[in-house]
């Protein structure tokens, strides 16, 4: 709840910022892309400033995402050996613990150990 709030108090204000700059940006601007092309540039787009900002602000926020889950890829891959390594070695434990005749030590997926389980009142 506390979270959504906080969301609400930053966004809100944020919305209002960039509806501003839209309406208080609506004249064209010409972009080139013909660094030798002076006053007529073979390559050139016009279209309102505020859509140009909006555009470069989405294009940052899509490269950032694209570098930080590029620059996480070894983390994910580490996680995802450790999980195998993890089913393997349980697999060992539980064959160990059936040749020896004991209840299986090794809680299910989502139980607790018997250690954390509750006991019902008395």
Not at 28 to 53: E, H, M, R, Y
Not at 86 to 95: H, P, T
Request: glycine share 10%; with cysteine; aromatic share 6%.
């Amino acid at each position: 709840m506390l979270r959504r709030i906080v969301a609400a108090i930053i966004l809100v204000p944020l919305a209002i910022i960039i509806v501003a700059l839209a309406v208080a940006n609506r004249q064209n601007v010409t972009i080139s892309f013909d660094p030798f092309g002076g006053d007529a540039p073979a390559a050139s787009l016009s279209l309102p400033l505020f859509a140009l900002i909006l555009g470069l602000l989405i294009a940052g926020v899509i490269i950032g995402g694209v570098a930080a889950w590029l620059c996480q890829g070894k983390w994910r891959g580490a996680a995802r050996r450790f999980e195998r390594e993890m089913q393997v070695l349980r697999g060992k434990l539980l064959a160990y613990e059936g040749m020896a005749g004991h209840q299986s030590s090794v809680p299910r997926r989502g139980e607790p150990p018997a250690q954390l389980r509750l006991r019902p009142p008395a």
